[in-house]
């Protein structure tokens, strides 16, 4: 058992609470489990944030790691709506390529709204808003997520420097300005749907992720049954 460490920023504090070996289908990662305090924080998220390291990253440059904010209806639903169980799939199968990484798991559902407003947009969406404009008649923000956990978990595992796995270029700004060293941006690009294609586009168009034509005009993904003998490839599914 490792000892619970401590470690105090800006008025919040972060303590790890437990870890222990999770075998995937990607391989086996050391899953970390952390407390969050910060006095800001909306009560309605949980302040338990994850961590799945896989390999020797204390001390270490150019660690491959995804900064991934929960998605329950993609990630426990299959939800075709959006891309972030994709990417998840795409950043584990990644950093077990490489043996090496680390994957945060951050607890602000709904791009840090939570899970019943994130619903309450979706209602607005089915009516023909985009995602930006659900939130705002919502009286919302449109991104309300925060990294200093994402940043406080990183010093803790020790990692000196990262290259990010994601389409945001925001979110390699919103790090750098925390203080983590970002030497290089990997794009994890999962294939738009029907109901994810206008998705995709609002965040291309509107909050400038780096999102190349090839990912759009996809054909619609099959209906998967449950009485299929083989596993269905994730990859494919989005
Ligand atoms: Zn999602």
Not at 64 to 70: C, I, K, L, P, T
Not at 83 to 111: F, M, P, S, T
Not at 184 to 191: S, T
Request: aromatic share 4%; charged share 25%.
């Amino acid at each position: 058992m490792t000892k619970p460490t401590e470690s105090q920023a800006g008025g919040c504090h972060l303590e790890h609470l437990a870890t222990a070996p999770l075998p995937t289908r990607f391989g086996t990662f050391e899953l970390h489990v952390y407390r969050w305090d910060d006095p800001k924080a909306d009560p309605s998220l949980s302040d338990e944030h994850l961590a799945l390291v896989m390999g020797d990253v204390r001390g270490e440059r150019a660690v491959a790691v995804r900064v991934h904010s929960e998605c329950l209806t993609s990630e426990v639903f299959a939800s075709l709506k959006c891309d972030c169980k994709g990417q998840l799939e795409r950043a584990q199968a990644e950093v077990a390529r490489r043996g090496r990484g680390v994957i945060l798991y951050l607890r602000q559902e709904g791009r840090g709204i939570g899970l019943a407003n994130k619903i309450r947009a979706y209602a607005l969406q089915a009516e023909g808003a985009d995602t930006i404009e659900a939130n705002q008649r919502l009286h919302l923000p449109v991104d309300a997520r925060q990294y200093d956990v994402a940043a406080a978990i990183l010093r803790e595992l020790g990692v000196e420097s990262v290259v990010l796995m994601t389409n945001n270029p925001a979110k390699v700004d919103a790090l750098s300005a925390l203080g983590i060293s970002v030497t290089e941006r990997l794009p994890m690009l999962v294939a738009a749907n029907p109901f994810s294609q206008s998705y995709l586009e609002v965040k291309k168009k509107k909050m400038r992720h780096e999102l190349p034509s090839g990912v759009f005009n996809q054909k619609p993904p099959e209906p998967e049954h449950p009485d299929d003998t083989e596993s269905p490839d994730p990859a494919a599914a989005h």
